[in-house]
């Protein structure tokens, strides 16, 4: 896409699709880091007992995940792929493929 589609895809992602103060002032991603905590303690309780062990905290992978949409976290094919998913489907795919990202780790 040109610069004028890019800046308004971005400016609907920002305004439309993620949830208010998501980037204001960060109120959203600790939100959304709170519900893919809650979501992986149901979905991943041996991986969470194992980083507990060593007191290391998801929420430094997460953060940069969610507040970065998994940009330069992913192979580009596959990036492009969440984000098609994202447009379609909205913030619970970002759960989804931290989800997955930790379970293939």
């Not at 993620?18 to 880091?33: A, E």
């Not at 507990?52 to 970065?68: H, I, T």
Request: hydrophobic share 55%; glycine share 2%; aromatic share 14%.
């Amino acid at each position: 896409m040109n610069e004028e589609e890019a800046f308004w895809t971005l400016a609907q992602t920002v305004e439309t699709i993620l949830p208010m103060d998501y980037y204001s002032n960060m109120l959203g991603v600790l939100v959304d880091q709170k519900v893919l905590q809650t979501l992986l303690l149901k979905r991943l309780p041996r991986l969470c007992e194992h980083l507990q062990e060593f007191n290391f905290s998801l929420d430094l992978l997460a953060f940069q995940w969610l507040v970065c949409l998994f940009v330069n976290n992913l192979p580009a094919e596959t990036e492009y792929a969440v984000w098609d998913l994202f447009f379609i489907k909205g913030v619970s795919v970002l759960f989804r493929v931290a989800i997955t990202v930790l379970e293939l780790m």
